[in-house]
């Protein structure tokens, strides 16, 4: 039953991911957004592959897992998914200089930030604050996050509101339970928590989206003007 629930949250996860992400790019032409949301998809697929594959640590798919996790942890649910969210909140729109830069930059986090996965916090100082910086970078989000809560209220989209904040609440719950709170009742492979945490952030995929377009359409109705892109004259 545990593994049949883990794949079902992974299978949401990677669904939500690659279609969202999908009408993120297609419908909103925000590539940050929609990129970090397959991202999270591939991370997704690959999870399930190795899962399925035996879970060996020592399968490229392993290391790849852990890259995934850093990228998304460090810069992709967190800085890239504040610049996404600011196309409704300030109509700010980054040019595609900015769009590539960010990703590089959570491209070489993820390479850095990945062999420090794994290792014990009690004797490894590194891995320690690795830990502690993923933590608090989810806390910064969350701040932010609260103020996009404030302004889907203000507009009026009261239910994306209220899922927003209680989907956020969840996500940053399992920033802190990932590294410092193992579930005492969990199993040697943490099956429980992951198929939480990936529900969770599957959920975190499709109460965005639908909160983004809540807000895109106040805006729009009250807005005539596009989002301007970073760089451009007022």
Not at 32 to 37: F, K, P, R, S, T
Not at 60 to 85: C, E, M, Q, W
Not at 120 to 143: E, P, Q
Not at 159 to 178: K, M, N, Q, R, S
């Amino acid at each position: 039953m545990r593994e049949t629930l883990f794949l079902l949250a992974d299978l949401w996860m990677i669904f939500a991911g690659y279609f969202y992400g999908w009408k993120f790019i297609r419908r909103y032409g925000n590539y940050l957004l929609g990129l970090e949301w397959m991202v999270v998809a591939t991370s997704g697929s690959n999870f399930l592959l190795w899962s399925l594959l035996g879970a060996k640590s020592d399968s490229v798919l392993y290391d790849l897992a852990y890259f995934f996790d850093a990228f998304s942890r460090s810069v992709g649910i967190t800085l890239i998914l504040v610049l996404g969210l600011m196309k409704v909140t300030h109509r700010y729109k980054p040019s595609r200089g900015v769009d590539v830069a960010v990703f590089g930059v959570a491209i070489v986090a993820a390479l850095f930030l990945r062999p420090f996965h794994g290792a014990d916090l009690h004797t490894d100082r590194g891995a320690f604050w690795v830990s502690v910086f993923y933590v608090v970078v989810n806390l910064l989000t969350a701040v932010f996050l609260c103020c996009f809560v404030k302004r889907l209220w203000s507009a009026g989209a009261r239910w994306p509101a209220v899922w927003t904040g209680l989907v956020t609440a969840a996500g940053t719950t399992i920033a802190i339970t990932y590294d410092f709170f193992p579930l005492p009742f969990d199993d040697a492979n943490r099956t429980i928590f992951y198929t939480a945490a990936l529900a969770t952030w599957g959920t975190q995929g499709f109460v965005y989206f639908r909160a983004y377009r809540a807000l895109h359409a106040r805006n729009a109705a009250l807005d005539p003007y596009p989002a301007r892109t970073a760089g451009a004259p007022a």
